[in-house]
């Protein structure tokens, strides 16, 4: 028997499962689609099928827990159609087949029922991306599972026909538009707790084109990187990773004040660990990054990398421990979170002490709490000129996101790095934004000529929206779609172009 999800707010009020699997037709528009859309916007959200009960020291579930439910808006003509379908990883066949939760704590398998300890940790509920025909759900520490992208059924747990040497997979691999490669990278590659991480790019043809092996300063918190046309930024967070704190029943990660914030630079082309380098800066959290270019000096040599990206000054998940606090740590509800630009020095001189370089303090693009920050995918690794995020508008109250995740984002908001213009999208009361994603008003519409596609959470109708905004009009969308279901706070998704997908 299914028994009720317990009392604790990442499981209740509009973050109660979903656990809805079908499809719905034609969904009501308001205003109007436009006509130029031809395409799918997938998004995922964690979503337990079932009630996390399983742990013998008791629930501990952190909202990026639970099982990955793939939703496809397919946007043609003005209509949009809807389909969602859970990810049938091995992890929840074999809890439907029990009717009961068998995995324990986020992330560790030592809490899990024995039964099941060795099979795929995987809920792949990150990130779902298209490459050569799949749609790829995700989840870091794991390879992908492979869907079908028109029906979403599962075609199975892929390791790319063998190609993919590394245990893990990131959620954030980058699409770099001029080579179509895939540009991807695992941590804790060799398995849970080691320092092993591997950089590898595969081709728009499916086969594997760079690899390299190389060692991380310590194991941790390796979620996102900037990406641009010669190197891969990787940023490693200051969570640790300690598999004796998770044998004896902790979490994956915990947060510690007393470490650097660190980057790894690697060049795209080689496979020569040695060519790796690190960079750090203050003890601080990049949650993601919106893009990466480089500059190229007269000889041709890169001089300079550039990581824009949402940086916390401080632990942005408080749901994990923490070590080394101090009284002047920020809390949840007082931390600074900006959008940020850090520049990577490759002419500085390298310290010969053993340290790191010291990045210098990053320029500052928007100052108002945000997170999710996107940008036209077609300037993937190129100087682009716009940035779209998610953003916090708090009336009267200093700038500060009151909770994690999605409370507190009300609001879209366009940068134009240009001009140094900031337009926002804001939502009426008791609204909470999801992760957006743009899609060009044409294939060779300019860079940011086109719609921002995001979904809405309505607290008072218990609902969720889609939006579509015209960023030549971003005050106000130009259509709202009734999902008519309610749809938990979702990580992230991508639109992909209908003739992208023939
Ligand atoms: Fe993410």
Same mark, same amino acid.
């Given at each position: 028997?299914?028994?009720?999800?317990?009392?604790?707010?990442?499981?209740?009020?509009?973050?109660?499962?979903?656990?809805?699997e079908?499809?719905?037709?034609?969904?009501?528009?308001?205003?109007?689609?436009?006509?130029?859309?031809?395409?799918?916007?997938?998004?995922?959200?964690p979503?337990?099928?079932?009630?996390?009960?399983?742990?013998?020291?008791?629930?501990?579930?952190?909202?990026?827990?639970?099982?990955?439910n793939?939703?496809?808006?397919?946007?043609?003509?003005?209509?949009?159609?809807?389909?969602?379908?859970?990810?049938?990883?091995?992890?929840?066949?074999?809890?439907?087949?029990?009717?009961?939760?068998?995995?324990?704590?986020?992330?560790?398998?030592?809490?899990?029922?024995?039964?099941?300890?060795?099979?795929?940790?995987?809920?792949?509920?990150?990130?779902?991306?298209?490459?050569?025909?799949?749609?790829?759900?995700?989840?870091?520490?794991?390879?992908?599972?492979?869907?079908?992208?028109?029906?979403?059924?599962?075609?199975?747990?892929?390791d790319?026909?063998?190609?993919?040497?590394?245990?893990?997979?990131?959620?954030?691999?980058?699409?770099?538009?001029?080579?179509?490669?895939?540009?991807?990278?695992?941590?804790?590659?060799?398995? !849970?707790?080691? +320092?092993?991480?591997? &950089?590898?790019?595969? /081709? %728009? =043809? $499916?086969?594997?084109?760079?690899?390299?092996?190389?060692?991380?300063p310590?194991?941790?918190?390796?979620?996102?990187?900037?990406?641009?046309?010669?190197?891969?930024a990787?940023?490693?967070?200051?969570?640790?990773?300690?598999?004796?704190?998770?044998?004896?029943?902790?979490?994956?990660?915990?947060?510690?004040?007393?470490?650097?914030?660190?980057?790894?630079?690697?060049?795209?082309?080689?496979?020569?660990?040695?060519k790796?380098?690190?960079?750090?800066?203050?003890?601080?959290? !990049?949650?993601? +990054?919106?893009n990466? &270019?480089q500059?190229v /000096? %007269? =000889? $041709?040599?890169?001089?300079?990398?550039?990581?824009?990206?949402?940086?916390?000054?401080?632990?942005?998940?408080?749901?994990?421990?923490?070590?080394?606090?101090?009284?002047?740590?920020?809390?949840?509800?007082?931390?600074?979170?900006?959008?940020?630009?850090?520049?990577?020095?490759?002419?500085?001189?390298?310290?010969?002490?053993?340290?790191?370089?010291?990045?210098?303090?990053?320029?500052?693009?928007?100052?108002?709490?945000?997170?999710?920050?996107?940008?036209?995918?077609?300037?993937?690794?190129?100087?682009?000129?716009?940035?779209?995020?998610?953003?916090?508008?708090?009336?009267?109250?200093?700038?500060?996101?009151?909770?994690?995740?999605?409370?507190?984002?009300?609001?879209?908001?366009?940068?134009?790095?240009?001009l140094?213009?900031?337009?926002?999208?804001?939502?009426?009361?008791?609204?909470?934004?999801?992760?957006?994603?743009?899609?060009?008003?044409?294939?060779?519409?300019?860079?940011g000529?086109?719609?921002?596609?995001g979904?809405?959470?309505?607290?008072?109708?218990?609902?969720?929206?889609?939006v579509?905004?015209?960023?030549?009009?971003?005050?106000?969308?130009?259509?709202?779609?009734?999902?008519?279901?309610?749809?938990?706070?979702?990580?992230?998704?991508?639109?992909?172009?209908?003739?992208?997908?023939?």
């Amino acid at each position: 028997m299914a028994v009720p999800f317990p009392d604790i707010p990442w499981l209740q009020g509009f973050d109660k499962p979903c656990r809805f699997e079908g499809e719905v037709r034609n969904l009501i528009v308001h205003g109007e689609v436009p006509k130029q859309l031809d395409g799918t916007f997938f998004r995922v959200m964690p979503d337990p099928h079932i009630s996390p009960s399983y742990h013998e020291n008791g629930i501990h579930y952190i909202p990026f827990d639970g099982d990955g439910n793939v939703s496809a808006f397919r946007v043609k003509d003005g209509h949009v159609d809807f389909r969602q379908q859970y990810v049938k990883t091995e992890r929840l066949v074999k809890e439907r087949e029990a009717r009961q939760s068998l995995w324990g704590r986020y992330q560790n398998p030592y809490t899990s029922h024995p039964c099941v300890r060795a099979a795929i940790e995987s809920t792949a509920n990150t990130n779902v991306v298209y490459y050569h025909g799949n749609l790829l759900a995700l989840k870091e520490y794991t390879l992908p599972y492979s869907l079908d992208p028109v029906t979403l059924e599962t075609r199975g747990y892929w390791d790319f026909d063998g190609q993919i040497s590394s245990r893990s997979f990131t959620a954030h691999p980058k699409v770099d538009p001029k080579t179509q490669e895939l540009v991807c990278w695992g941590t804790q590659a060799k398995g !849970p707790g080691t +320092t092993d991480c591997c &950089y590898f790019a595969l /081709g %728009p =043809d $499916g086969k594997k084109t760079e690899e390299c092996w190389f060692q991380n300063p310590f194991c941790g918190f390796l979620h996102d990187a900037g990406v641009s046309e010669d190197y891969v930024a990787l940023m490693l967070v200051p969570m640790r990773v300690d598999i004796e704190k998770m044998k004896k029943g902790g979490l994956h990660y915990y947060y510690d004040h007393d470490l650097d914030l660190h980057w790894g630079l690697v060049p795209r082309r080689g496979s020569d660990a040695t060519k790796v380098r690190w960079f750090t800066w203050k003890n601080s959290f !990049p949650t993601h +990054t919106a893009n990466a &270019y480089q500059e190229v /000096g %007269p =000889d $041709g040599e890169v001089e300079k990398v550039f990581v824009e990206t949402v940086l916390a000054q401080g632990n942005v998940l408080p749901f994990f421990p923490e070590e080394n606090r101090k009284d002047n740590s920020p809390t949840i509800s007082n931390i600074k979170i900006q959008l940020v630009r850090f520049c990577f020095d490759l002419k500085a001189e390298v310290p010969t002490d053993g340290t790191y370089q010291r990045l210098s303090d990053p320029e500052v693009l928007l100052d108002l709490p945000c997170e999710f920050p996107r940008i036209d995918d077609r300037f993937t690794g190129q100087k682009q000129r716009f940035i779209f995020c998610a953003t916090a508008h708090v009336t009267g109250e200093p700038n500060s996101l009151s909770l994690v995740g999605s409370a507190g984002l009300n609001s879209y908001t366009m940068v134009d790095l240009s001009l140094g213009k900031v337009e926002h999208c804001l939502f009426r009361p008791n609204s909470l934004v999801q992760e957006p994603c743009f899609a060009p008003r044409s294939k060779d519409a300019s860079e940011g000529d086109g719609f921002l596609i995001g979904l809405v959470n309505r607290l008072d109708t218990m609902l969720t929206e889609m939006v579509v905004i015209d960023t030549k009009n971003f005050s106000k969308p130009v259509a709202v779609v009734e999902v008519g279901l309610r749809l938990r706070q979702g990580l992230h998704g991508n639109w992909v172009e209908a003739s992208e997908m023939e």
